[in-house]
């Protein structure tokens, strides 16, 4: 890799210079990449494995996440696929569940604001010690059907389930009277 190539894989990661949600995915696929080879501009400076994820990864993601440019946006569908790729590639945690809570919170921001339904600001709705609860949609009114079939598509390819994410998706199908055949091998309800 040239030293050009190099420096621009910097400046994509780097939140100040996220301009809008296109190059947020973009930079996420940066961190994704770096988490499956545990190299690259997300881990220099420390050492990190291969399909791994730590702390200092997940908070890469929240910055990128909520960069000024794109903080009263709602979460694209391309920046959600892309934390479905970065949670499908890290197979060792060491982010004391950082990245499933941001990646939770931003599948259902992407969700519930694909829906046409309020969603808070960004830097409100990642926070950490905002409850997801507090504004994700607790109840399939007004959530678009083809959004819950994404979703579901999406978690039954994964190989780490999110407990979050499970629940609140579960919640809102049990509330549009979908039947849970349609999503075989998604939903582990007695977890």
């Not at 988490?35 to 993601?61: Q, Y």
């Not at 819950?148 to 499970?166: D, K």
Request: hydrophobic residues 50%; glycine residues 6%.
């Amino acid at each position: 890799m040239t030293a050009t190539a190099i420096a621009e894989l910097i400046g994509a990661i780097e939140p100040s210079r996220i301009a809008d949600r296109y190059t947020a995915a973009q930079a996420l696929a940066v961190v994704r990449d770096g988490v499956i080879t545990g190299e690259g501009p997300t881990t220099m400076g420390r050492i990190h494995f291969s399909r791994a994820l730590d702390a200092d990864d997940a908070a890469l993601c929240a910055r990128i996440l909520t960069a000024a440019a794109v903080e009263n946006q709602p979460v694209s569908r391309a920046e959600a696929e892309a934390l479905f790729e970065i949670n499908n590639a890290a197979a060792e945690r060491s982010d004391d569940g950082l990245f499933d809570d941001l990646f939770a919170k931003a599948v259902v921001h992407h969700a519930a604001s694909a829906s046409g339904l309020p969603v808070p600001s960004r830097t409100v709705a990642l926070a950490p010690d905002t409850a997801i609860e507090s504004w994700a949609p607790t109840q399939a009114v007004g959530v678009n059907t083809e959004v819950l079939e994404w979703i579901s598509r999406q978690m039954r390819g994964t190989r780490r389930s999110n407990q979050t994410l499970t629940r609140l998706v579960a919640t809102v199908i049990g509330a549009a009277t979908l039947p849970l055949l349609q999503w075989p091998g998604v939903f582990d309800l007695g977890a």
